[in-house]
Nanobody, 118 residues
Framework: QVHLVESGGGLVQPGGSLRLSCAAS????????LSWYRQAPGKRRELLAA???????NYADSVRGRFTISRDNAKNTIYLQMNNLQLDDTAVYYC????????????WGQGTQVTVSS
Protein backbone atom coordinates (compact mmCIF):
# COMPACT_ATOMS: atom_id res chain seq x y z
CA GLN A 1 0.00 0.00 0.00
CA VAL A 2 1.22 3.49 -0.92
CA HIS A 3 0.01 6.66 0.77
CA LEU A 4 0.31 9.97 -1.08
CA VAL A 5 -0.14 13.40 0.48
CA GLU A 6 -0.18 16.53 -1.67
CA SER A 7 0.48 20.04 -0.41
CA GLY A 8 1.29 23.48 -1.73
CA GLY A 9 -1.93 24.46 -3.43
CA GLY A 10 -3.54 27.83 -2.97
CA LEU A 11 -4.67 31.05 -4.60
CA VAL A 12 -2.35 32.76 -7.06
CA GLN A 13 -2.70 35.59 -9.55
CA PRO A 14 -2.31 35.01 -13.29
CA GLY A 15 1.36 34.87 -14.18
CA GLY A 16 2.30 33.68 -10.72
CA SER A 17 3.98 30.49 -9.57
CA LEU A 18 3.33 27.69 -7.14
CA ARG A 19 5.23 24.55 -6.16
CA LEU A 20 3.25 21.46 -5.26
CA SER A 21 4.68 18.63 -3.20
CA CYS A 22 3.63 14.99 -2.96
CA ALA A 23 5.05 12.93 -0.13
CA ALA A 24 4.89 9.18 -0.68
CA SER A 25 5.02 6.59 2.07
CA UNK A 26 4.51 2.87 2.35
CA UNK A 27 5.75 0.05 0.18
CA UNK A 28 6.96 1.55 -3.09
CA UNK A 29 7.98 -1.84 -4.48
CA UNK A 30 6.72 -2.15 -8.02
CA UNK A 31 6.00 1.55 -8.49
CA UNK A 32 7.37 2.61 -11.88
CA UNK A 33 6.31 6.23 -12.07
CA LEU A 34 4.97 9.12 -10.05
CA SER A 35 2.77 11.63 -11.81
CA TRP A 36 0.73 14.78 -11.44
CA TYR A 37 -2.82 15.04 -12.73
CA ARG A 38 -5.45 17.72 -12.45
CA GLN A 39 -9.19 17.90 -12.73
CA ALA A 40 -11.14 21.06 -13.32
CA PRO A 41 -14.89 21.25 -12.64
CA GLY A 42 -16.82 19.47 -15.35
CA LYS A 43 -13.69 18.15 -17.03
CA ARG A 44 -11.87 14.81 -17.15
CA ARG A 45 -8.83 14.19 -15.04
CA GLU A 46 -5.79 15.19 -17.10
CA LEU A 47 -2.24 13.83 -16.92
CA LEU A 48 0.21 16.72 -16.65
CA ALA A 49 3.64 15.29 -15.94
CA ALA A 50 5.29 12.04 -14.97
CA UNK A 51 8.67 10.98 -13.66
CA UNK A 52 9.91 7.40 -13.72
CA UNK A 53 12.10 5.64 -11.20
CA UNK A 54 15.03 6.24 -13.55
CA UNK A 55 14.29 9.96 -13.69
CA UNK A 56 12.79 10.17 -17.16
CA UNK A 57 10.19 12.90 -17.39
CA ASN A 58 7.25 13.49 -19.71
CA TYR A 59 4.85 16.40 -19.99
CA ALA A 60 1.48 17.15 -21.49
CA ASP A 61 1.60 19.72 -24.27
CA SER A 62 -0.61 22.02 -22.23
CA VAL A 63 2.06 22.49 -19.53
CA ARG A 64 5.38 21.76 -21.26
CA GLY A 65 7.70 24.70 -20.75
CA ARG A 66 5.71 26.08 -17.81
CA PHE A 67 5.60 23.15 -15.36
CA THR A 68 8.54 21.08 -14.13
CA ILE A 69 8.31 17.76 -12.31
CA SER A 70 11.15 16.65 -10.06
CA ARG A 71 11.78 14.18 -7.27
CA ASP A 72 13.79 13.91 -4.09
CA ASN A 73 14.44 10.21 -3.64
CA ALA A 74 15.78 10.68 -0.11
CA LYS A 75 12.48 12.23 0.95
CA ASN A 76 10.27 10.04 -1.29
CA THR A 77 8.74 13.26 -2.52
CA ILE A 78 7.93 14.63 -5.93
CA TYR A 79 7.34 18.25 -6.82
CA LEU A 80 5.55 20.20 -9.51
CA GLN A 81 6.93 23.66 -10.10
CA MET A 82 4.25 25.65 -11.91
CA ASN A 83 5.17 28.95 -13.53
CA ASN A 84 3.18 31.50 -15.50
CA LEU A 85 -0.08 30.15 -14.16
CA GLN A 86 -3.20 31.00 -16.12
CA LEU A 87 -6.90 31.07 -15.28
CA ASP A 88 -7.48 27.69 -16.90
CA ASP A 89 -4.87 26.08 -14.66
CA THR A 90 -7.46 26.28 -11.89
CA ALA A 91 -8.18 22.72 -10.80
CA VAL A 92 -7.66 20.13 -8.12
CA TYR A 93 -4.18 18.67 -8.56
CA TYR A 94 -3.57 15.02 -7.74
CA CYS A 95 -0.50 12.92 -7.22
CA UNK A 96 -0.44 9.37 -8.60
CA UNK A 97 1.82 6.37 -8.11
CA UNK A 98 1.63 3.69 -10.78
CA UNK A 99 3.31 0.40 -11.44
CA UNK A 100 2.77 -2.72 -13.53
CA UNK A 101 4.07 -5.97 -12.18
CA UNK A 102 2.03 -9.07 -11.54
CA UNK A 103 -0.84 -6.72 -10.82
CA UNK A 104 -1.38 -3.12 -11.74
CA UNK A 105 -0.65 -0.72 -8.88
CA UNK A 106 -2.45 2.61 -8.94
CA UNK A 107 -2.61 4.97 -5.97
CA TRP A 108 -3.97 8.50 -5.64
CA GLY A 109 -3.55 11.31 -3.19
CA GLN A 110 -6.46 13.35 -1.87
CA GLY A 111 -5.69 16.33 -4.10
CA THR A 112 -4.82 19.96 -3.51
CA GLN A 113 -6.75 22.92 -4.88
CA VAL A 114 -5.01 25.44 -7.13
CA THR A 115 -6.98 28.57 -7.94
CA VAL A 116 -5.69 31.14 -10.39
CA SER A 117 -7.61 34.37 -10.11
CA SER A 118 -7.06 38.10 -10.27
Amino acid sequence: QVHLVESGGGLVQPGGSLRLSCAASGDMTGINALSWYRQAPGKRRELLAAITTSGTTNYADSVRGRFTISRDNAKNTIYLQMNNLQLDDTAVYYCNAWGMGFNELNYWGQGTQVTVSS
